[in-house]
């Protein structure tokens, strides 16, 4: 849908999802989607020692460089949570974390409507969109998330709204690229 309706994106990817699926992840970086770090198998990383938050961010990042031949630079907490050694952490293996502006918590599957609803109503310029296209156990129906996407997708276009992806493999943003909300170290 979003190469159909030319829009660019940004991937969050589990590790152990990419190893499972190398051909989509191979095959979001051939269509010029970013790539980014979601953890080896989506963890709360503030429950988690220094060394295996350390393995969770390198191993996706080793098997996303491997699947693409780029090593990400940026990364997302699963459910949002971090805290000052898991920033430091990430920052230590060249990770930026990228957070989001606007969740419509389609991972509920509260229904297309509400999925877009809670976008068009929230969107502000630069946002960065949060939606899913899997999960930790890849099992999830994302029917209403997709269905949700074109709906979106024309409703921001007519009134203004242009789509870019974030910078992830250096540090200069595509044009019309929202930078999102950087989170320096030391802040919760």
Same mark, same amino acid.
């Not at 790539?35 to 990042?61: F, K, M, P, Y």
């Not at 693409?68 to 898991?86: E, H, I, Q």
């Given at each position: 849908? +979003?190469?159909?309706?030319?829009?660019?994106?940004?991937?969050?990817?589990?590790?152990?999802?990419?190893?499972?699926?190398?051909?989509?992840?191979?095959?979001?970086?051939?269509?010029?989607?970013?790539?980014?770090?979601?953890?080896?198998?989506?963890?709360?990383?503030?429950?988690? $020692?220094?060394?295996?938050?350390?393995?969770?961010?390198?191993?996706? $990042?080793?098997?996303?460089?491997?699947?693409?031949?780029?090593?990400?630079?940026?990364?997302?907490?699963?459910?949002?949570?971090?805290?000052?050694?898991?920033?430091?952490?990430?920052?230590?293996?060249? +990770?930026?974390?990228?957070?989001? *502006?606007?969740?419509? !918590?389609?991972?509920?599957?509260?229904?297309?409507?509400? #999925?877009?609803?809670?976008?068009?109503?929230?969107?502000?310029?630069?946002?960065? #969109?949060? +939606?899913?296209?899997?999960?930790?156990? *890849?099992?999830?129906?994302?029917?209403?998330?997709?269905?949700?996407?074109?709906? #979106? #997708? *024309?409703?921001?276009? $007519?009134?203004?709204?242009?789509?870019?992806?974030?910078?992830?493999?250096?540090?200069?943003?595509?044009?019309?690229?929202?930078?999102?909300?950087?989170?320096?170290?030391?802040? !919760?």
């Amino acid at each position: 849908m +979003l190469q159909a309706k030319g829009v660019p994106a940004t991937f969050f990817v589990v590790g152990q999802n990419a190893v499972r699926h190398p051909g989509l992840v191979q095959q979001e970086r051939a269509a010029g989607a970013g790539i980014g770090n979601h953890t080896w198998d989506h963890q709360d990383l503030t429950t988690l $020692s220094a060394d295996q938050v350390r393995a969770e961010l390198q191993l996706t $990042s080793d098997v996303i460089a491997n699947q693409t031949s780029t090593r990400p630079t940026l990364w997302r907490p699963p459910y949002g949570t971090f805290n000052d050694a898991v920033t430091q952490i990430a920052s230590s293996l060249g +990770l930026s974390m990228r957070l989001w *502006d606007v969740n419509p !918590e389609d991972y509920t599957v509260p229904g297309t409507d509400t #999925i877009v609803s809670r976008v068009v109503n929230t969107v502000s310029p630069g946002a960065i #969109i949060l +939606l899913h296209d899997g999960s930790p156990g *890849d099992n999830e129906d994302r029917s209403q998330t997709v269905a949700a996407l074109p709906v #979106i #997708i *024309d409703t921001l276009r $007519s009134v203004g709204y242009s789509f870019g992806a974030l910078a992830t493999t250096s540090g200069v943003a595509a044009a019309n690229a929202p930078t999102g909300p950087d989170v320096p170290i030391g802040r !919760e």
